[in-house]
């Protein structure tokens, strides 16, 4: 009896246990089931145009560098010559030297002055431009010391929202040429970059809503990366709404989770 008590417990726990088994599995098993749609997305960038404006301890930083560089440099040709032609000019009110009258045509002190007038004329562009003004998000001559970023408004199940460019990826083409396609599609041929290579910076996944799925149960997109060409036009197409923002501005424009996966990959 207690040998059949025993053998009846054993077939028991093992019952439960391949119960339990089965069950932790399934999901294991269902996750790997399901399917998703690849997407290539574009971080197009346009770099900065003018220098950072200097900080306090930059600027007193590199005052001293000018100085110490002042004061132990050789004198240039210029002063060589500037030099020369003031002891020239002595000799001959001194009658001790007779020189042409050509030689002192145009000396270096008259270079000189022809030099600050030209500079005193001189007005820098300003940095901040009269798209900074009127905040034009849509325009390239904004935030010059900053880099901007590109978004187009997509539509994602029944919303809009401003996003990196991105495209499913079709049969045949490798992701880089999704994104490449995909960048074509939204900006046309007047926006022109320079991919940084084949493979991507970045990722992000989401799921699609419960209502909103046929196939695929969300989507993986997969980043590249870009830079706008100097000789680059802005978007010329009026039917595309887009955006050039900074790096603050993407922070409060995307949505934090989307945000935190492309801020991995922002310089």
Not at 87 to 99: F, P, R, T
Not at 154 to 166: E, I, T, V
Not at 173 to 193: F, H, I, N, P
Not at 226 to 232: A, G, I
């Amino acid at each position: 009896m207690r040998l059949l008590a025993t053998r009846s417990l054993l077939n028991v726990t093992r019952l439960l246990s391949a119960r339990t088994a089965t069950t932790q599995a399934s999901p294991a098993a269902t996750q790997s089931e399901q399917k998703w749609d690849l997407y290539a997305g574009v971080l197009v960038e346009r770099l900065p145009i003018v220098t950072k404006t200097l900080e306090p301890i930059e600027a007193k930083f590199k005052q001293m560098l000018d100085q110490i560089e002042l004061e132990k440099s050789l004198k240039s040709n210029h002063e060589l010559r500037k030099e020369t032609e003031k002891q020239q000019l002595e000799l001959l009110k001194a009658g001790k030297i007779d020189l042409d009258s050509e030689a002192l045509k145009q000396t270096a002190q008259d270079l000189e002055d022809a030099y600050n007038e030209e500079f005193a004329r001189f007005k820098p562009a300003p940095r901040v431009t009269e798209a900074d003004e009127k905040n034009d998000i849509r325009s390239l001559d904004r935030k010059l010391e900053e880099t901007l970023v590109l978004l187009v408004e997509q539509k994602l199940g029944s919303k809009s929202h401003y996003l990196l460019p991105q495209g499913l990826h079709k049969k045949g083409e490798s992701m880089r040429q999704t994104a490449e396609r995909t960048l074509k599609e939204y900006c046309g041929d007047s926006l022109q970059v320079t991919f940084y290579g084949n493979a991507p910076v970045g990722f992000y996944k989401y799921k699609y809503p419960a209502n909103a799925r046929s196939e695929a149960t969300g989507a993986k997109v997969f980043f590249f990366r870009s830079v706008l060409k100097d000789s680059s036009a802005n978007i010329g197409s009026s039917k595309v709404k887009y955006q050039w923002l900074s790096q603050e501005e993407l922070k409060k424009q995307l949505q934090q989770s989307y945000y935190q996966s492309v801020s991995q990959f922002l310089l």
